[in-house]
């Protein structure tokens, strides 16, 4: 069974950054890795997802500021910058290998003054 452990999350002032990393237990090579994240209250939205061979797809509200990238085996990760109160939230890692959806347990990231 694949796991994904990520890390990186924590507490930043607006306008900080922080880089999360997800890293599967084997080296999968998924078709797709993205990023979600869930504010209390709300639904899970895509943050960013990357393909195998390279091509992102950001949300809206995160274009400019965040950076997804990969390792193409195994690892998956976000650069957050200029960060701001509504990007709070748990953020998830999914990978999609062999037509399966695999999800991170989640990080906390709190962005607060």
């Known amino acids: 069974q694949v796991q994904l452990v990520e890390s990186g999350g924590g507490l930043v002032q607006p306008g900080g950054s922080l880089r999360l990393s997800c890293a599967a237990s084997?080296?999968?090579?998924?078709?797709?890795m993205g990023w979600y994240r869930q504010a209390p209250g709300k639904q899970r939205d895509l943050v960013a997802t990357i393909s195998i061979t390279g091509s992102t797809n950001y949300a809206d509200s995160v274009k400019g500021r965040f950076t997804i990238s990969r390792d193409n085996a195994k690892t998956v990760y976000l650069q957050m910058n200029s960060l701001k109160p509504e990007d709070t939230a748990v953020y998830y890692c999914?990978?999609?290998?062999?037509?399966?959806?695999?999800w991170g347990q989640g990080t906390q990231v709190t962005v607060s003054s």
């Open positions: 999914n990978f999609i290998y062999v037509g399966r959806a695999y």
């Open positions: 084997e080296r999968i090579f998924p078709s797709l």
